[in-house]
């Protein structure tokens, strides 16, 4: 497939609908043409997901830590 800005932005919607795992590594296991893509045509895989309407936070697999958390 010949990726494009709308198609990395669509296929990232419906990978985040069917609950796939967005993070970069976990993403880039099995489809690293997507992640490439996406790097190159917005810049940053981060920006891709965001501009997909995607929270990145929700798509890091880090744990985010809070004082509470601490």
């Known amino acids: 497939m010949v990726w494009n800005k709308d198609n990395i932005l669509r ?3 419906r ?3 069917r609950g796939g795992d ?3 590594n976990g993403l880039s296991k099995k489809m690293q043409a997507l992640v ?3 790097a190159y045509h ?3 895989y981060r920006r891709a997901v965001e501009l997909a309407g995607i929270e ?3 798509v890091l ?3 985010r830590w809070t004082r509470a958390k601490i």
């Open 11 to 13: 296929e990232l919607r």
């Open 15 to 17: 990978l985040q609908k």
């Open 22 to 24: 967005l993070s970069y």
């Open 36 to 38: 490439s893509a996406a």
């Open 42 to 44: 917005f810049g940053s």
């Open 56 to 58: 990145y936070a929700e």
């Open 61 to 63: 697999r880090r744990p």
